[in-house]
């Protein structure tokens, strides 16, 4: 029988890789083509892995809990009906593969050059002074894996550029110690991945180990405050209107439609409607280049215990509020029984985060990379203002706080962004608002 990879798929636009949270079969098993092989979890989506083909399982190559790349081998299949003599040729072929992979990686070290890494490993060894050809492989082929450079920067043991000790042995040294693998790029700051040996663990305390689903979170937070210098402004608006309106339809609607008209889903159709009139926040940046986005897709924010997933609604400003509130209804079910499909989370634009669910009055979110800018949106309090006459009335108030990536956006253009939602949504009523 023929021998067939299985490879980490690409399960977004802009994954690069993807942790094995979960093994759905097991060595010897037989499987069909398309039957799910594995749960795969990335920084966008959970998802299941299908087979390719038909066959037994002859070895599983990533243990659950292990990153790869997009690409990288996680499994092998005999595939059923193939001749013996394509077995006997793909082993000797596989291994010498794996020779050859070594033997590259070697020879990368002894010689200085650059050997195949993923961008995520260039990337953290950039950021901590990782010399990589100091460094031993544990993915296939002896290939260095997002894994092997995390662990190395938790134990502190990393090799630094110069260094002339082989991959497999190299000395270890101190964070004060290390010198950057990249020229004038200065490491990331120790205290960003402090070793847990310096946290002391008293009596009482509880350890929680990280889950996959939670370091993809912190690798994609990381990356978005490394990455774009971070600015915020607020504007206060008066959603009297907008509380009085939706109050009057909530009960008939839910009846009529058989899902809740939410408060949110009248700000996600502001906030479209806003970024059609200003199409430079809907933009995205790109090194050499400023993206600007045809297409107006607001992610939204869906929490769970343990999780924050952010699914798309496409085409918002083509939507009606009754169309968004359907929307906003099915995603957050999908999230919240596991359901949720790569395209559901594809094709963000700009990211509304309805932090005001829980309470929240003021906050400063984190860019949802690699948007340009993200708005949270405060929970709506009763609260006495100064009105036009000069009188003191108690209004309904709500905070609009939006966070920028200040490479894409300066604050005359965000200001007028913010005041346009804020006048949408003041001038909410039943006379000059459809619900559908």
Same mark, same amino acid.
């Given at each position: ?12 636009? =802009? ?5 094995? =949270? ?356 405060? =929970? ?57």
């Amino acid at each position: 029988m023929a021998v067939e990879q299985i490879k980490m798929p690409q399960l977004g636009e =802009s994954v690069t890789e993807g942790t094995i =949270s979960k093994w759905l079969v097991n060595v010897g098993d037989k499987v069909n083509k398309y039957d799910p092989l594995a749960e795969v979890m990335t920084d966008k989506v959970n998802a299941e892995v299908p087979s390719s083909f038909a066959g037994v399982i002859k070895e599983l190559i990533a243990a659950e809990g292990d990153t790869l790349a997009v690409g990288e081998i996680i499994c092998t299949i005999e595939i059923e009906g193939g001749a013996d003599i394509n077995a006997e040729a793909a082993a000797p072929e596989s291994k010498q593969q794996a020779v050859s992979d070594s033997n590259e990686a070697v020879t990368a070290a002894e010689q200085g050059s650059k050997a195949r890494y993923s961008p995520a490993v260039l990337k953290l060894s950039q950021e901590h002074g990782i010399d990589l050809t100091q460094v031993s492989g544990t993915g296939a082929g002896g290939r260095i894996t997002r894994k092997d450079i995390l662990k190395l920067i938790e134990s502190g043991n990393i090799p630094a550029a110069g260094q002339q000790t082989a991959p497999a042995k190299a000395q270890a040294v101190s964070l004060e110690q290390v010198k950057p693998a990249v020229p004038n790029q200065a490491p990331a700051a120790p205290a960003q991945t402090a070793p847990a040996a310096n946290i002391p663990v008293a009596a009482g305390d509880i350890e929680i180990p990280v889950t996959g689903v939670r370091k993809a979170i912190a690798a994609n937070m990381l990356r978005s405050k490394h990455e774009a210098p971070h600015a915020w402004t607020m504007v206060e608006v008066d959603a009297t209107n907008l509380v009085e309106y939706r109050n009057t339809l909530k009960d008939e609607f839910k009846q009529k439609e058989g899902f809740n008209l939410t408060f949110f889903a009248f700000f996600v159709k502001a906030v479209a409607q806003a970024l059609k009139e200003f199409p430079q926040i809907n933009s995205m940046w790109a090194g050499d280049k400023i993206i600007q986005k045809k297409d107006i897709n607001i992610s939204i924010a869906v929490a769970t215990d343990d999780a924050l997933f952010v699914p798309v609604i496409k085409n918002a400003d083509e939507k009606t509020i009754k169309g968004i509130a359907r929307e906003i209804s099915e995603l957050a079910v999908k999230v919240r029984n596991g359901k949720l499909k790569a395209e559901d989370m594809q094709g963000g634009t700009f990211t509304v985060n309805n932090t005001g669910s829980f309470g929240s009055v003021q906050s400063m979110g984190i860019i949802n990379y690699p948007q340009a800018a993200i708005l949270q949106v405060e =929970s709506i309090v009763k609260r006495p203002v100064v009105v036009n006459n000069g009188m003191i009335a108690v209004r309904d108030m709500v905070n609009l706080c939006l966070s920028l990536d200040h490479r894409v956006l300066d604050g005359l253009v965000c200001g007028r962004f913010l005041a346009r939602v804020k006048e949408i949504i003041e001038n909410i009523s039943k006379s000059n608002t459809s619900i559908y």
